[in-house]
């Protein structure tokens, strides 16, 4: 019991801040009689909240790993902090993307964040920064909503936005990105599981898209008519899907061909 309390709080440590874990604590662990002798500030805190009576170790675990994802999911879509935005709109939004795990290129030809996955260091932007924008956003695997999702959307310089595998993406968020489509160039939204047929068809909207990832979304269906509709409607547009399509089917018909097939062809082309 003494070494699963010990792991437990060492890994909230590790990715939680003390305000975010104390407040889970108590989400947690109040009873109906500890609520009532708790000071009027910790009854502040918990009001809004419902007082549970967990029995067995068991109950308590998942009612952590319940208010854990919560509280973590809303303390990587907190809204900007007002220090942040001292140098400006453009390094204010990318240290909310660098605080939830992402990684951030400007103009100036600098990546900021964690150059590495699991890496302790992170490197911020500061006033080498200012007079820049961002162009390209990593944002793969993080936690990041369409509360977060609406202040990356303030950004007119993105180019390259990458999203892939994060499981709180939508149909909102996919239709936000108009606010960007006068610079949004390149797009991965592979294998966001909360991503259906009607967000993937506001993507149309984006005229300057030239490349598009989305090869695997389970909520898709017919991903391959999409993917051939959303080429037709956008001019520059090149979806994965097709072009692997067009690509195996090059490298079968090649492979079907004679030495004395190709021959010929070579001939004729002279």
């Known amino acids: ?22 407040q889970m604590a108590r989400r947690c662990l109040v009873t ?8 009027w500030r910790l009854n502040s805190i918990q009001r809004g909240y419902h007082n549970i009576r967990l029995e067995t170790i068991s109950e308590v675990w998942q009612q952590f790993k319940k208010e854990f994802k919560y509280l973590k999911r809303a303390s990587a879509n ?21 605080k939830a795990n992402a990684r ?22 500061a006033e080498e920064a200012v007079g820049y924008t961002v162009n390209a956003i990593d944002a793969s695997g993080t936690l990041i909503d369409q509360n977060g999702f609406r202040d990356v959307m303030k ?13 709180h993406i939508d149909d909102t968020c996919l ?13 991965n939204i592979n294998k966001c599981p909360s991503v259906t047929e ?41 979806v994965n899907i097709i072009s692997n399509l067009v690509d195996t089917e090059e490298n079968r018909a090649k492979e079907n ?14």
């Open 1 to 22: 019991m003494n070494l699963m309390m010990q792991q437990g709080r060492s890994f909230v440590q590790r990715t939680l801040c003390k305000t975010c874990a104390m």
């Open 32 to 39: 109906p009689h500890t609520a009532q002798v708790l000071p």
């Open 78 to 98: 907190r809204p900007l902090d007002p220090k942040d935005l001292n140098l400006g709109l453009e390094i204010g939004t990318a240290i909310f993307l660098i």
């Open 104 to 125: 951030v290129h400007f103009s100036n030809g600098r990546w900021y964040g964690r150059q590495q996955k699991g890496e302790k260091k992170v490197r911020l932007p």
């Open 155 to 167: 950004l007119t310089g993105v180019k390259y936005l990458n999203i892939e595998g994060c499981p």
């Open 175 to 187: 239709a936000h990105l108009v606010h960007i489509r006068d610079s949004l160039t390149h797009l």
């Open 198 to 238: 009607n967000g993937v068809a506001t993507l149309h909207k984006l005229r300057k898209l030239e490349r598009l990832n989305m090869s695997d979304l389970p909520k898709v269906r017919y991903s391959k008519l999409i993917a051939s509709m959303l080429e037709d409607a956008v001019p520059r547009l090149r």
């Open 257 to 270: 061909f004679t030495e004395e097939d190709l021959g010929q062809t070579r001939t004729e082309s002279v």
